[in-house]
């Protein structure tokens, strides 16, 4: 598809390039895809935790904040030690994380590559116990669970903060779709507004995919999938971590 004129005779890009430049820029080069992936991924997890685990999250830790004091105030229904686990595991993970991205070499590239090597270590045994685990699960699989996955978006969160992608929190969508509303947009093929609405649809369908991942076949199908999603971002960014282009470096 060829580029359009646009107003004053200037030329607006084609939608095919537009696409483009939202997932693939100069300034981040191919990290925002590999981010959508981990958004996608983050939609997975959190379908995952609500359903099986105790209803608890394992990436929005707002959430936890509240039903830690809704079991406090003893309301019913909700588990304050699960919550309280995912909060301390996922914390934990962030520690871990920030660690992780800091003996990276200064190259955004290898800090998303070890970290998902990080999540990958997390995720192989959580995607063997609940294959290996009769549902509904005992009470002390859930624990290991949540553990195991609020240390892994701990760590992803660490990864968002270290490699200062706008738009691209892949956890945290608050903040997304606020700007999203709030921002004044150059038009619908506005790179920043486009980026946000991927995020959001990443997310999304990440929840469904997990949604129905759980509801057709199992919780282990789910994070079977998850596990997928961690390994393809692992091979795409071992192979740009070896770029030595100006977008690798620390923000």
Same mark, same amino acid.
């Given at each position: 598809?060829?580029?359009?004129?646009?107003?004053?005779?200037? /030329?607006?890009?084609?939608?095919?390039?537009?696409?483009?430049?939202?997932?693939?820029?100069?300034? +981040?080069?191919?990290?925002?895809?590999?981010?959508?992936?981990?958004?996608?991924?983050?939609?997975?997890?959190?379908?995952?935790? =609500?359903?099986?685990?105790?209803?608890? %999250?394992?990436?929005?830790?707002? *959430?936890?904040?509240?039903?830690?004091?809704?079991?406090?105030?003893? $309301?019913? *229904?909700?588990?304050?030690?699960?919550?309280? &686990?995912?909060?301390?595991?996922?914390?934990?993970? @962030?520690?871990?994380?920030?660690?992780?991205?800091?003996?990276?070499?200064?190259?955004?590239? /290898?800090?998303?590559?070890?970290?998902?090597? %990080?999540?990958?270590?997390?995720?192989?045994?959580?995607?063997?116990?609940?294959?290996?685990?009769?549902?509904?699960? +005992?009470?002390?699989?859930? $624990?290991?669970?949540? $553990?195991?996955?609020?240390?892994?978006?701990?760590?992803?969160?660490?990864? $968002?903060?270290?490699?200062?992608?706008?738009?691209?929190?892949?956890?945290?969508?608050?903040?997304?779709?606020? *700007?999203?509303?709030?921002? +004044?947009?150059?038009?619908? /093929?506005?790179?920043?507004?486009?980026?946000?609405?991927?995020?959001?649809?990443?997310?999304?369908?990440?929840? =469904?995919?997990?949604?129905?991942? =759980?509801?057709?076949?199992?919780?282990?199908?789910?994070?079977?999938?998850?596990?997928?999603?961690?390994? @393809?971002?692992?091979?795409?960014? +071992?192979? &740009?971590?070896?770029?030595?282009?100006?977008?690798?470096?620390?923000?």
């Amino acid at each position: 598809m060829t580029a359009e004129a646009g107003p004053a005779g200037r /030329r607006r890009p084609s939608v095919g390039r537009t696409l483009r430049d939202v997932v693939i820029d100069d300034r +981040h080069g191919p990290l925002p895809a590999l981010l959508l992936a981990l958004t996608v991924l983050a939609g997975v997890v959190d379908a995952v935790s =609500i359903a099986g685990l105790d209803h608890v %999250f394992v990436a929005a830790q707002t *959430g936890n904040f509240v039903l830690i004091g809704l079991g406090i105030a003893g $309301i019913g *229904g909700f588990s304050v030690v699960a919550s309280a &686990v995912s909060l301390v595991s996922f914390l934990a993970g @962030a520690l871990a994380g920030s660690r992780i991205c800091r003996y990276s070499g200064d190259h955004r590239g /290898r800090a998303l590559r070890n970290v998902t090597v %990080f999540k990958a270590v997390l995720a192989t045994p959580a995607v063997l116990i609940t294959l290996l685990s009769s549902d509904p699960f +005992h009470a002390g699989v859930r $624990i290991v669970l949540t $553990i195991l996955l609020a240390v892994s978006m701990g760590s992803q969160l660490a990864l $968002i903060r270290y490699l200062k992608v706008p738009d691209l929190m892949t956890a945290v969508m608050t903040l997304t779709m606020t *700007g999203a509303l709030t921002d +004044h947009a150059s038009g619908p /093929r506005d790179l920043v507004l486009l980026r946000r609405g991927m995020a959001l649809a990443a997310f999304a369908a990440g929840v =469904i995919a997990g949604g129905l991942l =759980i509801r057709l076949v199992s919780i282990g199908a789910a994070l079977a999938f998850g596990l997928a999603i961690i390994v @393809a971002v692992i091979l795409a960014s +071992h192979l &740009v971590s070896r770029t030595p282009a100006p977008w690798a470096a620390p923000r």
